[in-house]
């Protein structure tokens, strides 16, 4: 069974890393339009770098939780395919163990150049002046996928959501397109669809579980293990 699983903020909140539109959220804290997008970064570059900065310090402070960790298991121990589409730019689905990750909003730890194109692993400290490591110009910036821009790998997501057996949304309000469509998607390409969020989102999923990432996410893994050793010893 081939499973691609969408996450969002949810799933690291229980890791410390604030979600976005929960109450006290990131974006009532910071206006969208001045830290999160590419009009905010050309007005007011320091700002931007300063509120990545800060994020790339949280997230290096935070660590993977069982949610995180389950996924990694299953991603060892299914037989089938599991890609994990994250909106997160964080990087904890990789330091807690998965592999086949797919960062469509990019990732706090990865750095860009305005001007060519190249990207290398980010510094925990990025300024405006930074020259790029590649063509020198002064124009780099967080590999971050900001409003209005390209997510990245669609083309990806795409393909494999064609192949795939099963789709699971983990930790995300299901509101920000392209991301909040795959569940769609899926359910024209005839997959079944399973939510795990703090709450039901939208009535779009076959299955929906409301609960803690932190407890909802290992004991579907169990399930789906258990299922698997339960048809491999028939
Ligand atoms: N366990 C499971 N789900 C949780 C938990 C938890 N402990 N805590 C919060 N949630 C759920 C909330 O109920 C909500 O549905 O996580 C979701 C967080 O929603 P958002 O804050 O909107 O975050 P997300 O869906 O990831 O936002 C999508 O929007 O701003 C852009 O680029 C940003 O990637 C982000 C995108």
Known sequence: MSIVILTGAGISAESGIG????????????????????????????????????????????????????????????????????????????????????????????????????????????????????????????DIVWFGEIPQGMNSIESKLRTADLFVSIGTSGTVYPAAGFVQSANALGLRTLELNLETSSGAFDESRTGPATQLVPTWVEEVLSQQRNSTKR
């Open 19 to 142: 979600t976005f539109r929960d109450a006290g959220g990131l974006w009532e804290q910071y206006p969208i339009e001045q830290v999160a997008t590419p009009e905010g970064f050309a007005a007011d570059p320091d700002l931007v770098h300063r509120f990545y900065n800060a994020r790339r310090a949280n997230a290096a402070q935070a660590e993977p939780n069982a949610a995180h960790r389950a996924l990694a298991k299953l991603e060892r121990q299914h037989t089938g395919d599991v890609l994990i589409v994250t909106q997160n730019v964080d990087d904890l689905h990789e330091r807690g163990g998965s592999q086949n990750v797919l960062h469509m909003h990019g990732a706090l730890n990865r750095a860009t150049c305005s001007a060519c194109g190249h990207t290398w692993p980010a510094p925990t400290e990025m300024h405006t002046t930074d020259p790029c490591p590649k063509c020198t110009a002064p124009s780099t910036r967080p």
